[in-house]
């Protein structure tokens, strides 16, 4: 044992030590350990959301299932006050590629360490951090993806790790309460799709309609309204009135020649974003073959070559495990297509009100995105075209002709697939 004054070197425990510690009675009252609801979670079933909607607490539900308790209870389940559904706030959450929910902004994962906000006016969800440094200390009052406007009032805390208690499963009302929906009314919402949904007009048609030979017809012809449904069915009846013609034609050996201006030239010219001088001078079959390509997926990239890919063909361990092929003992290696892509930057100077910029483009890595552009530049599309949207420190957005972002086209007049592939 030690001589010090304070030394707990000693051969004893004290009687604290025993009743606390060591022995002695201990309280028998069984406390529940503390646990926290996932953001991504609803908080009346505690299972994972697909449609989820908000209140002005920041509470998460799935919508299939507080709608029903609304109406049965007519309160909110996790303060126990008087809701209704009017308000319900829906919500968007955006995921990335992997499927996991992120920032849009900053394309930061969420996890249970992120704080999570929401702005009531869109239902856009964001992280506090992009919320704080591009609206709140620059004073820039629009949303950062829709550019509404909203106020200080409208942004919704969904997730604050500061605030662990907020969101403890058993102070929740309908825990301490034990309120829940009956088997029926779920088996009644999983059942029926027209559960507790006021349908009528067009909606109660659509409805009807599905499962009969009217809706797979409608189906078939690629749905929307019946003005376009009869365009489809015209475009497609031509293609097939051209392909039997084809048919007679190589069957008694006449030579191809170019078509007039048909239905086909013009669904190709609409499909290929071509003029109608291109369609017109474009072999029937030719066009046809496009179409046809289009419609299955399969269009070709049109600047090409043959390339050796690092993998076999797979005919050596196809015929071995396969009877229906013949014997390989040799592999060989695969050979695919791959587009050519330009070597060299392309450049632009681009005159404003404030003065020029200069601006580089990345032609080998998006080919299709800069030549789009620098086509547009030749036209003069984006003469007299202003900056609709400017955010301090962050971004300017521009070459909308309508001014809204919404507006516009391509020069093949259609949207074309991304050049960027995110892996």
């Known amino acids: ?21 060591w022995g002695g009675a201990k309280s028998k009252e069984l406390h529940t350990p503390f646990k926290r609801l996932p953001f991504y979670c609803c908080a009346l079933t505690f299972t994972p959301f697909e449609i989820p909607v908000c209140t002005k607490d920041g509470s998460v539900f799935e919508i299939m299932h507080i709608v029903p308790y609304i109406r049965k209870f007519g309160k909110h389940p996790v303060t126990g006050n008087q809701l209704k559904q009017e308000d319900l706030i829906p919500l968007t959450f955006h995921k990335n590629s992997d499927g996991e929910f992120h920032c849009p902004v900053l394309n930061k994962v969420f996890t249970e360490f992120t704080h999570i906000v929401a702005v009531r006016t869109t239902g856009n969800v964001f992280c506090y951090e992009a919320v704080k440094e591009l609206n709140i200390k ?18 919704i805390t969904i997730q604050n790790p500061n605030d662990l208690e907020s969101k403890a499963l058993v102070e929740f009302d309908h825990v301490k309460k034990g309120l829940k929906l009956d088997d029926e009314e779920l088996k ?19 409805l009807a309609e599905l499962g009969t030979e009217k809706g797979k017809q409608a189906a078939l012809l690629g749905g929307g309204g019946s003005k376009a449904q009869n365009e489809r069915a015209a475009a497609l009846s031509a293609l097939l009135e051209a392909r039997s013609r084809i048919k007679e034609k190589s069957a008694k050996g006449e030579a191809k020649t170019t078509h007039s201006y048909s239905v086909v030239d013009a669904a190709s010219a609409a499909v290929h974003g071509r003029n109608a001088a291109a369609a017109k001078a474009a072999p029937t079959d030719k066009t046809v073959a496009r179409i046809a390509m289009h419609m299955a997926g399969e269009r070709d990239l049109v600047n090409v070559k043959m390339v050796k890919s690092r993998y076999t063909t797979g005919a050596a361990s196809r015929s071995f495990t396969s009877t229906s092929y013949d014997p390989v003992t040799t592999n060989d290696y695969e050979y695919i297509k791959v587009e050519k892509k330009p070597k060299k930057k392309g450049y632009v100077q681009l005159h404003t009100t ?59 007049g259609k949207p074309f697939k991304d050049d960027l592939q995110i892996i």
């Open 1 to 21: 044992m030690g001589k010090k004054q304070h030394s707990k070197d000693r051969m004893f425990i004290t009687k604290t030590e025993w009743a606390t510690e």
């Open 354 to 412: 404030h003065g020029d910029l200069n601006i580089e483009l990345h032609c080998d890595i998006t080919p299709r995105t800069c030549e789009n552009f620098i086509t547009l530049c030749e036209r003069g599309y984006y003469n007299g075209v202003s900056f609709h949207r400017s955010i301090r420190n962050f971004m300017i957005q521009g070459g909308d002709p309508t001014g809204t972002g919404r507006g516009g086209e391509s020069i093949w």
């Open 138 to 155: 620059t004073k820039n009052w629009k949303e950062l993806l829709t550019d509404e406007e909203f106020t200080r009032e409208d942004l």
């Open 188 to 206: 009644k919402m999983e059942t029926d799709p027209t559960y507790n949904i006021n349908v009528h007009g067009d909606i109660k048609q659509m």
